[in-house]
């Protein structure tokens, strides 16, 4: 695996030059995007410093977070808080992010988009507004275990770390999560199948390929 040595602030221009000069797949008006990794590897603040660099463009866009879309606790932790399974496959309400956030994207849609609807903390609804992302904006969506979805990406970063370095950083609370992570890198490597590879191991020195 052949990477070069990046910083994140140049990797967000990069990605944003990119996706100024992209096109809808599907034809429509806004552009989807994947920042995919587990919490330990923080690709939500990559999909911000990126929603950073299209605002400075003048494009408009709008940062998701998976985590506002799992299923209420009485769902999410029917088999336990720490099964690993129900993780992997389980927790995330993928329905609701198909008709809050991709359904009004596609062509044809009315661009308003729900940002997040349940709280896990509270286990319950946000009750957030809807937003209104322009024809021509760009949706950034992040979070883990992504990509064995068949979300309508237009483009897929995924933000890797090794298995030592996912140990390690991941707080020893959520170690029951390791596994789920073993299961996606068996069944959807997403290091091979993402379009952008970015490697976290040391968060001061990243590295990519895309």
Do not use: C, K, N
Request: charged share 25%.
């Amino acid at each position: 695996m052949r990477l070069e040595a990046i910083t994140w602030d140049r990797l967000a221009e990069l990605l944003a030059d990119r996706l100024a000069g992209l096109e809808p797949a599907d034809g429509g008006a806004w552009l989807r995007v994947a920042f995919d990794g587990a919490p330990a590897a923080r690709p939500g603040d990559l999909a911000e410093r990126v929603g950073e660099a299209l605002r400075v463009r003048g494009l408009p866009s709008l940062v998701v977070g998976a985590e506002g879309f799992l299923r209420p606790a009485s769902l999410r932790l029917e088999h336990g808080r720490r099964d690993a399974e129900s993780y992997y496959g389980g927790w995330l309400d993928a329905g609701a992010l198909w008709r809050e956030v991709f359904g009004p994207l596609d062509p044809g849609g009315s661009g308003r988009v729900l940002p997040d609807l349940w709280d896990p903390a509270t286990d319950r609804a946000t009750r957030s507004p809807y937003v209104q992302l322009p024809p021509g904006g760009v949706l950034l969506l992040h979070g883990p275990l992504l990509l064995r979805h068949w979300f309508p990406f237009d483009l897929t970063v995924h933000v890797l770390l090794s298995p030592a370095a996912l140990r390690r950083r991941t707080p020893e609370t959520d170690h029951w999560t390791l596994p789920a992570f073993e299961r996606y890198e068996s069944e959807t490597d997403p290091a091979a199948s993402a379009d952008v590879l970015v490697r976290a191991d040391d968060p001061r020195h990243p590295a990519w390929r895309g």
